[in-house]
């Protein structure tokens, strides 16, 4: 069993003490994104894989090792021990990819050529300014608690044609069993959630969260703006729109509320 703890730890231990390299990627003194992965889960646990990995055989490796995939390019409630790797498969070598561990909802820990070395920061901070890269998100499963599979009794309105899965789209031996196309505004009953997928007992599947709805009103959102909620600029919109929601809309929203008060 993986030790979450003793992996981030092995990155708090070397910040400042290492730099980054894709030459001299296996320390004692550089490292590289993929290879300090791997070395940090290789300190809580993790087999052997023979040879440093990179981004792309972290993948099946993580799997490997107990992680599951939980997202794919999707939102999703990041968590301590959260493991991400940016680039698609099949183009995330070198330079295209970027990998690192969360070490709460919002920041990673990572080593990376800017710090040229091991760094705290902002996830979506750095996605956003990386050109939003598509992501996947690993996760052990012993560390799937309540909020890996929530259970749900909400009733919600189809609005998206959407495929209907056996399960969420990120898993691996998922079928398609239909999709929501002669479903349009049918008032359904979401009972499960993973990750950004509901689980639609009268479709009897999983479906992306972005075939129904938004729970929230847009008023409701604009005043979690408001609050600081969705944080600022750039990154505001870029949670807004990953969350579903029309920028322009709740910004609108946002202006009149303020506006009146």
């Known amino acids: 069993m993986i030790d979450i703890e003793k ?21 004692l003194y550089s490292y590289d994104c993929s290879s300090s992965i791997y070395y ?36 999703w409630n990041a968590k ?3 493991i991400f790797v940016w680039g698609r498969k099949g183009n995330s070598s070198g330079s295209f990819g970027h990998t690192g561990i969360f070490i709460d909802e919002n920041r990673i820990i990572h080593c990376n050529y800017s710090a040229n070395g091991i760094s705290v920061d902002n996830h979506d901070r750095l996605w956003i300014n990386a050109g939003k890269p598509h992501f996947y998100v690993y996760r052990l499963k012993e560390q799937q608690g309540e909020e890996y599979m929530e ?15 056996s399960l969420p789209w990120f898993c691996e031996d ?24 509901y689980y639609v007992k009268e479709l009897k599947g999983w479906v992306d969260y972005r075939a129904f709805i ?28 990953n969350a579903g929601y029309n920028y322009g809309e709740v910004q609108k929203e946002v202006n009149r509320l303020l506006k009146n008060k």
């Open 174 to 197: 998922k079928s398609m069993l239909g999709t929501t196309e002669n479903h349009q505004n049918k008032e359904v009953t979401l009972t499960r959630k993973w990750g950004s997928y």
């Open 7 to 27: 992996t981030i730890q092995w990155f708090e231990n070397r910040k400042g003490k290492v730099s980054y390299s894709m030459q001299n990627r296996n320390g």
């Open 80 to 82: 301590r021990g959260d």
């Open 40 to 75: 940090a889960l290789r300190s809580g646990g993790a087999s052997s894989n023979g040879w440093t990995i990179d981004t792309e055989r972290e993948h099946s490796w993580l799997l490997q090792n107990g992680f599951e995939k939980i997202t794919d390019n999707v939102p």
């Open 214 to 241: 938004n729970e929230k009103a847009i008023n409701e959102i604009a005043k979690e703006v408001i609050q600081g909620n969705w944080g600022n600029g750039e990154l505001r919109r870029a949670k807004l729109e």
């Open 151 to 165: 259970l749900l009794n909400v009733k919600s309105k189809v609005k998206g044609v959407y495929s209907i899965d």
